[in-house]
């Protein structure tokens, strides 16, 4: 919205600072984090006006979370998502086509979310929408995001997966891509979805990998530094800079009230949303591979889960003493604090590594 104000006088300092991503991309971090901080009490009241009981606890996991997370709402996403909404809004160029399928995917993902947490606290049980129901949403969801966003880029990268490290190396899949988009961005969801199972264990590796892919966006989107730098340039997405700035501020800001002892869950509202919405983003970049490389814990969480399924099928024995995995060490007695601050550390460093993919070609 405020980028339109672009066709300003040129000699004035604030329309010359508008036109530059870096400087829109930390005012919309700070609009969402003062969003966030704003509506954050009046959102938390309106969760718990409706969920009297709070989110239920599944009777078979860590027995404690019987106890100190009873009568705690969930759908804590809606404030995520507006912030993040309003500040995309408000600082990001609107022409920008990428803006607005990244938009869709996020905003559609946390329709899903709202529906299984409404389903949830409504009806008292666990279950929410079917797993297969839940599937068929993301996957139509997915598909057209993913034929939005390719749309968009160059011929040559619309159709091919990129690898990192190797500047030239690309397996092409031709018209199959969408399809491998949109397992991207389906797979992102579900696997931030299984990690959100403690006070802030995914919205920090959220914001960790949204820093990353903020300076990955920039970076691609502009020609001097991508070529500079060897990577396939991707004209426009250096205004996915700004929604990544903002998913970070969206995200400091819920996590003042997340932050042990939680004041609010994000529920399926949150995580669905911003696994998806960090998939498009990896899509969009044509950094897919280096998602799963910062994105490392949600793909273990995720791991976890498979091989505990598959071994308990085959064999009757968990490989696990509970999956996703932070319930693992939750079971030998790990204190919260420990694994979520553990998982934190482990999510820094698998940045760095992300990054370090950038220079090494």
């Known amino acids: ?15 010359n600072l508008l036109r530059y991503v870096t400087f829109r991309a930390g005012a919309a971090c700070l609009t969402a984090l003062v969003v966030s901080m704003l509506f954050g009490p009046m959102v938390i009241r309106w969760l718990r006006g409706f969920q009297r009981g709070g989110q239920p606890i599944r009777a078979d996991g860590p027995e404690r979370h019987l106890i100190e997370k009873k009568g705690t709402p969930t759908m804590g996403g809606v404030l995520i998502l507006l912030a993040l909404c309003v500040s995309t809004l408000l600082w990001a160029d609107l022409r920008n086509g990428m803006v607005w399928a990244v938009l869709f995917l996020t905003l559609g993902f946390g329709l899903l979310g709202f529906a299984d947490d409404w389903l949830k606290v409504t009806k008292r049980n666990t279950k929410g929408v079917s797993a297969r129901g839940k599937l068929v949403v993301q996957f139509g969801l997915g598909l057209a995001a993913a034929i939005g966003i390719l749309w968009f880029l160059p011929p040559g990268l619309n159709d091919s997966l990129t690898l990192p490290v190797f500047k030239e190396a690309m ?12 397992l991207v961005m389906v797979g992102a969801s579900n696997a931030v979805n299984l990690t959100d199972g403690l006070d802030g264990l995914a919205i ?32 426009g997405t250096g205004e996915l800079a700004v929604f990544c700035s ?60 498979v091989i505990q399924v598959f071994w308990y099928k085959r064999t009757g024995k968990r490989v696990f003493l509970m999956a ?22 482990i999510s820094m460093i698998l940045a760095l590594v992300g990054l370090s993919t950038l220079k090494i070609r």
Request: net charge negative; aromatic share 12%.
């Open 246 to 305: 903002a998913l970070i501020g969206a995200g400091l800001g819920f996590l003042w009230f997340n932050a042990p002892p939680a004041a609010v869950f994000m529920g399926d509202t949150g995580s669905l949303a911003l696994g998806g919405a960090l998939g498009a983003v990896a899509v969009a970049t044509k950094h897919e591979v280096v998602l799963a490389i910062v994105g490392g814990v949600f793909v273990v969480e995720t791991l976890s889960v």
């Open 171 to 182: 397996i092409p899949f031709s018209l199959f891509f969408p399809v491998v988009a949109m």
């Open 1 to 15: 919205m405020i980028p339109a104000l672009l066709a300003g006088p040129g000699d004035l300092i604030i329309f």
């Open 204 to 235: 920090v590796p959220v914001m960790i990998a949204a820093g990353v892919f903020a300076l990955i966006a920039y970076l691609v989107g502009n020609r001097v530094f991508s070529d500079y730098l060897q990577l396939h340039f991707v004209p």
């Open 324 to 345: 996703p995995l932070h319930h693992h060490f939750e079971k030998k007695g790990w204190a919260e604090p420990t694994i979520v601050i553990r998982f934190w550390i």
